[in-house]
């Protein structure tokens, strides 16, 4: 079955650098890979997704790219403020005939230094 | 909207007791998902479902832990008997189409502590 692995398991930088988290996945059929955002304390929401024709996507500072032939995905913030520091989750899902899965990465934590 | 809902928030239970958690998805959302989140095991999906049907519960720990949706705007995760490494966060999400390839809205999770 799928497999994702997220790396670094914790993350510090300063404030106004820049942040690269990164994903492997196992199951060549895999075509979506959404990033969540938990806060502590919170529910993970949504920040960026990419589908599997597409290379690279933007939302201003979050930017997502995506290696299909190594299976791989990274998530970049730039210019990290405060409000960056939470724990980041990479997901891969396959859409099998009725089916689909989706499966979590470990989860990053990102702190960001004054 | 008001988002997913979940009840209750909180739960503290004794080992033995029977514990139902609910959720309530987005309207018109299709797609229904019961994750647990721990430390240790990180956040694994249990079971989701497509109007109403179990699609895939393969993630479900064991035989203690069943869930329904008996109509399009309620579903409840039960286990019986609970176990204190049942404790965790439970969260419900939804989304609109495409089971796990479309965006899911989570609920704010249901944190349950067995004694």
């Known amino acids: 079955g799928e497999n994702v692995e997220q790396h670094p398991s914790t993350l510090s930088v300063q404030e106004g650098d820049s942040a690269v988290i990164k994903c492997t996945y196992s199951?060549?059929?895999?075509?979506?890979f959404p990033w969540y955002k938990q806060e502590l304390g919170k529910r993970p929401q949504l920040i960026i997704d990419i589908r599997s024709n597409v290379g690279e996507k933007k939302d201003q500072r979050i930017a997502v790219t995506l290696n299909k032939t190594a299976k791989h995905f990274s998530l970049h913030i730039t210019e990290t403020q405060p409000e960056d520091s939470a724990v980041y989750f990479c997901a891969a899902s396959a859409l099998y005939s009725s089916a689909s899965k989706i499966i979590f990465g470990s989860g990053t934590r990102l702190s960001i230094r004054p | 909207d008001a988002g997913v809902i979940q009840s209750p928030r909180h739960e503290v239970t004794e080992m033995g007791q029977e514990v139902t958690l609910r959720c309530k998805p987005i309207s018109g959302h299709d797609y229904l998902f019961w994750y647990r989140q721990t430390m240790m095991r990180g956040l694994e999906l249990l079971i989701y479902f497509n109007n109403n049907v179990p699609i895939d519960d393969s993630g479900m720990p064991e035989d203690r832990f069943s869930a329904k949706m008996p109509n399009a705007s309620f579903s409840t995760l039960k286990i019986q008997p609970s176990e204190p490494r049942d404790s965790a966060v439970y969260f419900c999400?939804?989304?609109?189409?495409?089971?796990?390839?479309?965006?899911?809205?989570f609920g704010p999770g249901t944190r349950l502590t067995v004694l």
């Open positions: 999400a939804s989304s609109f189409t495409g089971g796990g390839t479309d965006t899911q809205y």
């Open positions: 199951d060549s059929a895999s075509n979506y």
